[in-house]
C-alpha cells in the first residue's frame, strides 16, 4: 500500500510504499485482546499482601472459658471476625505473568498496525530530526502534521534529543522501533515514524518465507 511521505518541513514530498503483509492485513480483534490482557497482566507487580490470624498481632490466649458466661463461644482475638483480625483470602504476593506465542504477538501487532493505515492515522516522514532537542519544535511539526491527539514517535533506534522535546508533550511517546508493541499503539491516536523506523518494524514483522539454502 501507498502512504503519503512528509519532511520535517511539513511538505508532502511524495509517496512511501508499506508492506502489504505488515500494514495492510485483516485486523484480528480477538488476538489485539489477548495480547493487550498478556501486556497488562505482566505490568502487575503482585506485592499485595495481607496477614492471616497467624501473622497478625495479638495473644492466642481464649478469649473467654467455652462454657457459662452466657456469651458466644470465641477463641482467640486474632480471629478474622474480631477487629484487627486477620484477612480471610486476601491478596498475597504472586505473579501474575502470562505468555503468548511470538507469532501471536508479531500477528496483534500487524492487526493494530493495519487498523492505523486504513484509518490514516499514521505519518511517514522522511526523516525526524530535532537538534535543539526543544519541546516547542516537536510540537510545530506534529501540529503540521495534522494530528490532533495523542501521538506515538517511533525511531529507528535510541535519539535522547527526540526523546527530550517529546517527552514533555501531553499524550507523545517515543519508542525506538524494535520494542514497539501492541499495547503502546492502542495507547496513541497516531504513529508518527521515519522511513527507516518502518523498515525496521516491517523486518521485524513481515511473513515473507525464510529463503532455504539447497
Known amino acids: 500500500m501507498q502512504a503519503d511521505l512528509y519532511n520535517m518541513a511539513e511538505e508532502v514530498i511524495g509517496s512511501v510504499e508499506l508492506a502489504d503483509d505488515v500494514f495492510a492485513c485483516e485486523v484480528n480483534e480477538g488476538l489485539v485482546h489477548q495480547a493487550v490482557l498478556m501486556q497488562q497482566a505482566n505490568a502487575r507487580q503482585g506485592t499485595a499482601d495481607t496477614k492471616t490470624r497467624g501473622e497478625v498481632s495479638g495473644t492466642g490466649k481464649k478469649v473467654w472459658k467455652q462454657k457459662g458466661t452466657g456469651r458466644a463461644?470465641?477463641?482467640?482475638?486474632?480471629?478474622?471476625?474480631?477487629?484487627?483480625?486477620?484477612?480471610?483470602?486476601?491478596?498475597?504476593?504472586?505473579?501474575?505473568?502470562?505468555?503468548?506465542?511470538?507469532k501471536m504477538r508479531r500477528a496483534a501487532l500487524r492487526s493494530v498496525l493495519s487498523d492505523k493505515a486504513s484509518a490514516d492515522l499514521i505519518r511517514v516522514l522522511d526523516e525526524i530530526a530535532i537538534p535543539a532537542g526543544k519541546t516547542r519544535d516537536a510540537v510545530k511539526f506534529l501540529g503540521a502534521l495534522g494530528i490532533d491527539?495523542?501521538?506515538?514517535?517511533?525511531?529507528?533506534?535510541?535519539?535522547?534529543?527526540?526523546?527530550?522535546?517529546?517527552?514533555?508533550?501531553?499524550?507523545?511517546?517515543?519508542?525506538?522501533?524494535?520494542?514497539?508493541?501492541?499495547?503502546?499503539?492502542l495507547n496513541h491516536k497516531y504513529l508518527v515514524l521515519p522511513v527507516e523506523a518502518v523498515r525496521r518494524i516491517e523486518a521485524r514483522l513481515s511473513e515473507q518465507p525464510e529463503r532455504v539454502e539447497a
Not at 482467640?76 to 504472586?94: D, L, M, S, Y
Open 149 to 185: 491527539g495523542s501521538a506515538l514517535v517511533v525511531m529507528p533506534g535510541s535519539d535522547q534529543l527526540v526523546v527530550r522535546s517529546v517527552r514533555n508533550i501531553p499524550g507523545a511517546d517515543v519508542l525506538p522501533a524494535d520494542i514497539v508493541n501492541t499495547l503502546s499503539v
Open 73 to 102: 463461644r470465641q477463641g482467640q482475638v486474632r480471629a478474622p471476625h474480631w477487629r484487627k483480625g486477620g484477612v480471610v483470602f486476601g491478596p498475597h504476593p504472586r505473579s501474575y505473568a502470562q505468555d503468548m506465542p511470538k
